[in-house]
Antibody, heavy 121, light 107 residues
Framework: EVQLLESGGGLVQPGGSLRLSCAAS????????MSWVRQAPGKGLEWVSG????????YLADSVKGRFTISSDPSKNTLYLEMTGLRADDTALYYC??????????????WGQGTLVTVSS | DIQMTQSPSSLSASVGDRVTITCRSS??????LNWYLQKPGKAPKLLIYDASSLQSGVPSRFSGSGSGTDFTLTINSLQPEDFATYYCQQSYTTPLTFGGGTKLEIK
């Protein structure tokens, strides 16, 4: 059974940094593309970033380019999202999501339960 | 970026009804269109991928159709557990984008 467990969320001041982690199990991590998708309170879904299986290519939404970095460690079966320069509009529940393909970041067949990031002074 | 527009944004229906939700993309996305269901406090769940392929374990009352820029999700014979928010998402190109959601409520 696929399991995705996010951690690392919390309260951070504007301009601050945070690193989210997603521990994966139940599948061969390096063989699947992964993404981060966020949802602001009471709002819809927004794709934030994706990474190919193997980590050779990454993708970022324009709203986070230059501030967020996605990475993965296949030896630890873990996906990361390094967030810097955080703003109030980054406040959201951040989901880790698994694609069904190694190369293409496409649709999300499995999701974690999310970790909440709150940016406020 | 490709904009995804869902309609309606909310919908009231009764158990047993047939409902249709529409999703339109700002440019052609072939059949790279996916549908999710989300219940309050829960993660989204994949229902349909590539416009019309039913995800494993999803009841057959859910179906998807369309190609190019216009897509539909149809739910036949609504069940109590179907009342939720539905999102479409294009996977034609990055940045991946979602529609604004359709909240399906009990009439």
């Amino acid at each position: 059974e696929v399991q995705l467990l996010e951690s690392g969320g919390g309260l951070v001041q504007p301009g601050g940094s945070l690193r989210l982690s997603c521990a994966a199990s139940g599948f061969t991590f390096k063989n699947f593309a992964m993404s981060w998708v966020r949802q602001a309170p009471g709002k819809g879904l927004e794709w934030v970033s994706g990474i190919r299986g193997g980590g050779d290519r990454t993708y970022l939404a324009d709203s986070v380019k230059g501030r967020f970095t996605i990475s993965s460690d296949p030896s630890k079966n873990t996906l990361y999202l390094e967030m810097t320069g955080l703003r109030a509009d980054d406040t959201a529940l951040y989901y880790c999501a698994k694609s069904e393909d190694a190369v293409v970041v496409n649709y999300f067949e499995s999701w974690g339960q999310g970790t909440l990031v709150t940016v406020s002074s | 970026d490709i904009q995804m527009t869902q309609s309606p944004s909310s919908l009231s229906a009764s158990v047993g009804d047939r409902v249709t939700i529409t999703c339109r993309s700002s440019q052609t996305i072939n059949r790279y269109l996916n549908w999710y269901l989300q219940k309050p406090g829960k993660a989204p769940k994949l229902l349909i991928y590539d416009a019309s392929s039913l995800q494993s374990g999803v009841p057959s009352r859910f179906s998807g159709s369309g190609s190019g820029t216009d897509f539909t999700l149809t739910i036949n014979s609504l069940q109590p557990e179907d009342f939720a928010t539905y999102y479409c998402q294009q996977s034609y190109t990055t940045p991946l984008t979602f529609g604004g959601g359709t909240k399906l409520e009990i009439k």
